[in-house]
């Protein structure tokens, strides 16, 4: 009883936590979604809210990667890239954001390569 009691308990931190998908599928400019999309920018401040999302502020630019495939009963996110107001962070932070929050300034290449979500 102890020893399946010690493994009920160490399982979770095993695992990680569970989080849903947010879709299935996502359009991308090429396999591995790693080349930018489209330049948006954020119409609204967006509070993230888990780690999968990124916080955007009004006015702030967005680097576009890939555009998850709106499923029944989902929001369209997309995923992308922000940089600080003064760019001191050049990596960026990368996640999704609500698309209906930002505005397309330019396209680069189209998403035209359906790719299964991870």
């Not at 010690?6 to 936590?17: A, D, E, H, S, Y």
Request: aromatic content about 12%; glycine content about 6%.
């Amino acid at each position: 009883v102890v020893l399946l009691l010690c493994l009920r308990l160490t399982c979770p931190l095993v695992n990680g936590i569970f989080m849903d998908k947010l879709a299935s599928k996502k359009l991308c400019a090429d396999d591995d979604c790693v080349y930018t999309i489209s330049l948006a920018r954020a119409e609204e401040d967006y509070n993230a809210s888990d780690c999968r999302f990124i916080n955007i502020k009004k006015g702030q630019l967005i680097y576009v990667y890939s555009k998850l495939v709106k499923e029944k009963d989902s929001g369209e996110f997309w995923a992308g890239s922000v940089y600080g107001e003064e760019y001191e962070d050049h990596m960026g932070t990368v996640g999704y954001f609500p698309s209906s929050l930002v505005s397309e300034q330019r396209v680069y290449q189209e998403a035209n390569k359906t790719v299964p979500t991870t």
